[in-house]
């Protein structure tokens, strides 16, 4: 390799600024040039959430790759491992269509550098998200996030995991507990929310959460119900190649996946939309292609409200300790939509109107 060219410009400064996006960029330069990707290539922010996503071109050979920089202390290299292996046994099953993992000039699958910053380089997947697309498309789209959930979930109960596989798991206490993954809810409120406002909105939210935290526990961990997930499977991580001619999707962004209850997926695929009109709609969307594949008892589908409020509470931890995301146009509006979902949920109406 010759010479890496990085926009460095473009690391948002809420993520690191001034010498600490240079010491950034000089790490990516690193890493990249582990791999066989020409002799100039250039990478570029594309995307910040927990980890770091970057494009690498390769100006000559005219091919494109996406390097994912895992953020700090948030994944451990063997969890990183069994994601990548979950990937690609999808793929050679012919599951669904995931990118292909680009191994080092070493012939690794996961970079390290220097300071200890995991990285992995995936093969560039051209297409459109599905969360683009006109709001009257959006049930359709449910319906396919729906049957590609059903398909993961089948092959997770019958997939011989490989020796030494992990990945957390996501539970009441991982969640929301007090060492929650994301941080405190509470505290997202009231960064949000300060003052009587606030202290309103944690209270009713506080209500509904010993409600969501009772029925979880008496609806179990069973196998039958809970296993491996993807867990963030939104529209944003489907991407459709209008190129291929078949609709085909193809499913990125495993880096959540891990052990949950398979209703989840559901909750997760509506992120940051819950309090939407539509919302009732979307999931039925979803449960009428998903039960195509795999049956759900009634019991399962009782629980439905009760993950999807979950799912919301968790983004409100989330946007707490993100506070440069974009993902909400206001996070006070997201909190008081929540609290409003919460009145909606303890009143038995969220998601039945």
């Known amino acids: 390799m010759h010479c890496v060219t990085i926009d460095v410009e473009q690391e948002p400064t809420a993520v690191a600024g001034g010498a600490a996006a240079q010491a950034t960029g000089r790490m990516v330069v690193d890493i990249v040039a ?3 990707v020409g002799p100039e290539p250039r990478v570029s922010l594309l995307h910040v959430s927990e980890n770091a996503t970057y494009q690498v071109t390769d100006p000559v050979g005219g091919r494109r790759w996406a390097l ?3 953020r700090p202390g948030y994944h451990g290299l063997a969890e ?3 994601e990548l292996a ?3 046994a999808l793929r050679a099953d012919g599951v669904v269509r995931t990118p292909p993992v680009v191994p080092t000039r070493a012939g690794e699958l996961v970079a390290t550098s220097r300071a ?8 560039w997947v051209a297409g459109q998200s599905p969360q683009s697309w006109a709001p009257a498309a959006l049930p359709g789209a449910f319906g396919q996030l729906g049957e590609i ?3 993961l979930h089948r092959h997770a109960r019958g997939w011989a995991r490989p ?3 992990e990945r957390f798991a996501w539970t009441w206490e991982t969640m929301l507990g007090p060492a929650g993954r994301w941080g405190s809810w509470a505290a997202g409120v009231t960064a949000a929310l300060p003052g009587d406002e606030g202290r309103a909105a944690v209270a009713v939210l506080r209500r509904a959460a010993e409600v969501l935290r009772r029925r979880l526990a008496e609806f179990g961990t069973g196998p039958e119900r809970f296993g491996l997930v993807h867990a963030d499977m939104r529209l944003a991580n489907l991407l459709v190649s209008p190129a291929r001619g078949d609709g085909e999707v193809c499913v990125i962004d495993f880096d959540d996946c891990g052990f949950g209850w398979y209703l989840w997926d559901l909750a997760a695929s509506l992120s940051f939309i819950e309090h939407l009109d539509v919302a009732g709609e979307l999931v039925e969307g979803w449960l009428a292609a998903y039960r195509r594949r795999l049956p759900l008892s009634a019991d399962e589908v009782a629980m439905v409200p009760t993950f999807v409020l979950l799912r919301r509470l968790l983004l409100v931890a989330w946007l707490g300790t993100h506070p440069h995301s974009d993902a909400v146009p206001s996070a006070a509006g997201f909190a008081r939509d929540s609290a409003a979902l919460a009145e909606s949920y303890l009143r038995g109406r969220f998601l039945t109107d």
């Open 34 to 36: 582990g791999y066989d």
């Open 68 to 70: 994912r920089l895992h």
């Open 80 to 82: 990183i491992h069994a």
């Open 86 to 88: 979950w990937v690609t």
């Open 116 to 123: 200890g910053r995991h990285a992995v380089l995936f093969e």
């Open 149 to 151: 959930a059903a398909r």
């Open 163 to 165: 020796g030494g596989f």
